[in-house]
């Protein structure tokens, strides 16, 4: 982090959270491929339940995706706000 920044300046997060955020999203996306031609080779499947298991796993893989880089925007967030309620003058001292 920047000195006297933050994850957070305003309404805008820190670009290396974004950054990390990013890089995380594609990481659980990144496996998927895989997973898909597992299935797609798999001679027990019928056609439209190879279609149907790859549509599933699309949609439990972004949305797994989707939760990892909300998670770690807003544990940045988070942090940002203490470290913000932390610097603040105590009152009554």
């Known amino acids: 982090m920047k000195c006297g920044g933050g994850p957070?300046?305003?309404?805008?997060?820190?670009?290396?959270?974004?950054?990390?955020?990013?890089?995380?999203?594609?990481?659980?996306?990144?496996g998927?491929?895989?997973?898909?031609?597992?299935?797609?080779?798999?001679?027990?499947?019928?056609?439209?339940?190879?279609l149907a298991a790859v549509a599933t796993?699309?949609?439990?893989?972004?949305a797994e995706a989707k939760a990892v880089r909300a998670r770690i925007i807003a544990e940045a967030k988070a942090i940002a706000k203490v470290r913000r309620r932390m610097s603040r003058p105590k009152k009554g001292l």
Do not use: C, F, W
């Open 57 to 62: 796993l699309g949609a439990a893989k972004l």
């Open 8 to 30: 957070i300046r305003g309404n805008q997060i820190d670009p290396q959270v974004l950054g990390r955020a990013r890089v995380a999203y594609k990481e659980v996306l990144r």
């Open 32 to 50: 998927m491929a895989v997973q898909i031609e597992a299935i797609m080779r798999d001679p027990s499947l019928t056609h439209d339940q190879k």
